[in-house]
Structure formats: C-alpha cells, structure tokens
C-alpha cells in the first residue's frame, strides 16, 4: 500500500474532469506535492473545474502530457484515460505507481464501504441501497461513478459511516489495496469493446472489485448471470447471491431469490419475505435484480424489514433511467440517455408493451445489435438514428424495420413525433456513449427533455 503518511510525495493526477479535480484537491489537503496535467483543450475543459484548480494553488498543465508528468511517484489516472495510452505506459516503464481516484481516496476513508459494479444496473442499486441506509438512520454518502467523487466525501467519514460507491470497470482498472466491505456484482455483458481487447478482459477488471476481500468482507452477486458465477468460485469473502430462482440457496447459505412475485431473503435462520415486488414502482425484471442486491447489503447490516420494505415501495428510479418526461398527443416520451450499452436497451425494450419509436445511436464502443434484434422487431415499430454511429445503426437494421437518419437530437425527437401515433411511446435509450455530440450522458437527457418539454 501507497504509504500515506509520507508526505510531499510527487503525484500527477492525470485528467481535469471531476474525479481528477476531487483527487488532486484531497491529495494537496493531504500535503502531498500534487501536479495535474490534462492533454485536453483547455477550452474544453468545465470553467468550473478550472476555477476550483487555481483556487487550490494546483500546478497544472492543459494541452498536453510534458516531461513533468513522469517526475511523480504516485500517478492517480481518471476513468476516461484508457490503458493503453501513452502516459500510462510509460509510467507504468519507469516504476511510477499508478492508481485510480477510488484507491487514492480509499486510503483516507473511515467508513465501511459498500461498492457497486457489473454493465448494467449501477446507479439504481447504488442510490437505492444508499435511500435504505439514509432511511435506517445511517450517516451515508452516495459518490463514485454516480457523480460525486468518492474524493469528494471521504475526509467526512467516520467509524459509523457507510459509503456506497458505484464503480465502473475503468475505476476498478488500476487499484492496488481497494477492498469494500460489501462489493456486489450485478451482471456483465459485452460493454466498452473500444477498451478492451476482449469480453474476458472487460470480466476479469469488473471482477477486481472483490480481489482484496478476504472472509470478513461480503461478496453479493447476481446467481444467474453464468459468467458471474463462474468468476465468484474465485472469490475470498463470504459469498451472498441472489437470483429469480430458489436454486440458488443450494450455493450460499445466504442471499435473496423471487418465489413467484415475492423477494425472499434468505439466511442461516430461515427465510424472511421482504415485499411483493408488484408493489416497487421501478418496473423490470432488471430492477428486480436491483432491489435484491440492494436487500441483501441491508441484510448484511441488520436493518430491519420494516425500514428496507418502506424505502423499496417509495423509490422512483434514477434520471435518466427510463425516466418519464411527458405526454403530448397521446404519445408518451421517456429518457433512457443512461443506456450506454446494448444490453441496456435489452432491458429498456422489454419494459414497454407499446409501439415505439426508438432513438439509437451515438459514440459507438463495438455495439453487436444481434443482442436486440429480436426485441427490436418485437417491440420497435421505428428507428431514429443519431450521432457517429448513425450510419452503422442505419446499416443494421435498415432491411428489419423503417430507419431514419438525423442530424441533431432536435432534428431526431422532431422526427421521432413524425412516426408516432395515438399510444406510442417516443423513447431515447441511444446503446452508445454521449461523447461524440454531448459532455456525458446526463447532459445528453437533459437536452432531450428540454427539447421534449417546448414541444407544442
């Protein structure tokens, strides 16, 4: 482990988007020598985060990687920086020590940490387990790949609390001494093939989330998911999963399955019935996946059914998550922008028994749309298609289904509103990164909705 307590070490912490700021500004509190260098234009950047650096007094660099960079000891790298880049590397070549944010902050935390992975699925567990924590009465903080920094929060923990942290595999790529108290691993499908060299290799760094756990911490996984199971016989903690199933109780000895519409958890006192699932307001088998993951981690802790059963039956799911935005004419429009991936839109489609007019596309990450063919016919009755992948989109399913290019998402819902009729719904669910037309994906939604909402 990184030795903490040595102060003035040399670190460059490489990106200037949130997690890198959040790094650099913990590390310089720490007294550490703290430089950042981000290769990007400088115009590109968020003002905000450019105010926050210079009122820090953080030496800084945009446009570049310089010679500087590969004076440090500790090099903290943001999700967005892939591994296979330059300033990796060749820091990895000269012995610097590369990490990501989560192990940096992870280092100053106090709390016990309960933290989140798998393709699909992150932000819903990770905000509902932290409404039922919040909802029992436990100091918790929410952060991570959600949108607050774990550097951020951490010098605020203590002994009592519980921080719940989505992870996304990019986070998980370069930790060292990383180890939650609960990780849980919701599922994996092919995702992020432009950063990873093959399906294993995108596993086996999901998979690192638990690597540092040893019988004293919990390993929470998703029992149906093949590869996940397989890649759990790995694991040192205590084995908790969950599934739709009551097969699974003959692998752990505790964890959650569905008999018939009813969340059952498990344990070595017997069973205990948590909630009809008819009664969650987030829809989907997925979601059911969610909630038990997130039961599970209450469990563990030993609150009581009456606390977790209330906060499963008032959450409302995330923005930006099959969110509904409105109705007009008859057509209901929903925002899906936080289905990056195809296996997202897998799940979105299966939500709906209505026509829909779809909205796909975006910055492609090595889409296989063979995994939603069925269900695109199935359920789609139209096909916008949007951003860089438009053409590849267009390419695909063109002799499947009517296909429609657009140049901006104004020209695509404006477009969408063309093809749809009385009881159709209108839904943005892209399968593809936000990049190649928008900061990230929450501003992707945002701008759907408000376009959406001035609709007349």
Known sequence: MVDILEKNKKVTIIGAARSGVAAAKLLKRKGYDVFLSDAGDEKKIDKNFIEEINASGIEHEFGKHSERVYESEILVVSPGVPQNSEVIQRSLKNGINVVSEIEAASWFCKGKVIAITGTNGKTTTTTLIGEMFKDAGYKTFVCGNIGIAFSDIVEETDERSIIVLETSSFQLDNIKDFKPF???MLNATPDHMDRYESFEKYVESKMRIAENQNESDYFVFNYDDELVRKSAANVHSHLSAFSLTDAVKDETKEGAFLNNLDLIYYYYMGEENIIDTQKL????EHNVYNAMASVISAK?????????KKTLENFKGVEHRLEYVRELDGVKYY????ATNVNSVWYALKGFNEPLVLILGGKDKGNDYTQIENEVKQHVKHIIAIGDSKQKVY???KDKLPVTIAGTMDDAVNKAR???VKNDVILLSPACASFDMFDNYEHRGEVFKNIVNSLK
């Open 395 to 397: 390419d695909f399913f």
């Open 335 to 338: 925002n899906d922008s936080k």
């Open 281 to 284: 307001i987030i829809k989907g």
């Open 418 to 420: 063309e093809n749809a």
């Open 182 to 184: 609960i990780a849980i």
């Open 300 to 308: 563990i802790f030993g609150i009581e059914k009456e606390y977790i």
